[in-house]
């Protein structure tokens, strides 16, 4: 199956796998407009795809995931249009993070500002060894406008988050790995690793990979344990249950169904 886009590269295989690819390869994947409203509906058509069961968005070619916001379309806004642009931003990382399906951030190149701020909707990041992320929005007079300032200090912490966030500074793969920024540092390809990491999780029951993502959006939350109790309970009238407790009693691999 494959969705055609000007921006985008998007192709599910035959395990449910979509790969997301930013594909403006000569501007280092900048996210101009156009890659917002093609990336809003291709989105929309993940939502709506029951087939597609793991998500990895990466960048195209070998130096950038994504070099951050198209500049060259922010200096020509004014206030209201660039608050706008922000929340439109903001919506549309917040509909990436809110999947019910996992979703992986390759994350094979640069990722800055933007960039890195669509790595973080992601519910996981991992990168290759020529990796740098940063938010370097402030050497442009700017702050991140699409999540930045909300989800860093959630990764690493309130105190690395502005040093990163008020000096503009890039780190490169290992310490983002080691302070918590992305998960893991591929030895070879950031795109095969993350391949590799949703295979596994395409093993499990999709509606328990689900619930683990609703129930881990409330973590914080007053809310949160009582959340994880009925989500926990909900899986007890699936087909899945039953089949993955019988599956580990009869000493066998479960058949998951996704009912
Ligand atoms: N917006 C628009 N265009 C961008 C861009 C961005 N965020 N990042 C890179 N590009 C464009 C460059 O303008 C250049 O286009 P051109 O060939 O038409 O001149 C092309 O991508 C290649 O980038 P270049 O700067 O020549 O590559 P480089 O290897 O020397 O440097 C970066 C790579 C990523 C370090 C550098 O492009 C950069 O600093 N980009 C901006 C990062 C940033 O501030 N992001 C936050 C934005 S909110």
């Known amino acids: 199956m494959s969705q055609s886009y000007e921006t985008l590269l998007l192709s599910t295989d035959e395990l449910g796998i979509c790969t997301l690819t930013i594909n403006r390869p000569d501007k280092m994947n900048a996210l101009n407009n156009q890659v917002f409203e093609e990336l809003d509906a291709a989105l929309t058509h993940i939502i709506e795809n029951d087939a597609i069961k793991g998500l990895i968005v990466t960048g195209a070619g070998d130096k950038a995931f994504v070099a951050g916001a198209d500049i060259s379309e922010l200096n020509t806004l004014k206030e209201e249009e660039a608050v706008t642009l922000s929340l439109r931003g903001q919506r549309v990382f917040q509909k990436l993070e809110d999947l019910t399906i996992p979703a992986i951030a390759a994350v094979n190149g640069y990722a800055l500002g933007g960039g890195c701020e669509l790595a973080m909707a992601c519910h996981i990041r991992i990168a290759s060894s020529n990796a740098l992320l940063g938010l370097p929005e402030v050497s442009l007079g ?55 990491l949703m295979k596994a999780m395409m093993k499990q029951g999709p509606l328990a990979l689900k619930n683990v993502l609703l129930a881990t959006k409330e973590a914080g939350k007053d809310s949160g344990y009582e959340s994880e109790a009925n989500l926990f309970g909900d899986l007890y009238n699936t087909a899945d249950f039953k089949e993955g407790t019988t599956a580990f009693l009869e000493k066998r691999k479960p058949t998951f169904t996704g009912k």
Do not use: C, M, W
Request: charged share 20%; hydrophobic share 40%.
């Open 142 to 196: 700017l702050i991140p406008g699409y999540g930045g300032t909300q989800r860093l200090p959630l990764q690493v912490g309130k105190a690395k988050a502005l040093e990163l966030t008020l000096s503009g500074r890039f780190v490169k793969a290992d310490e983002a790995q080691n302070i918590g920024l992305v998960n893991q540092v591929a030895e070879n390809s950031a795109l095969e690793a993350s391949y590799d």
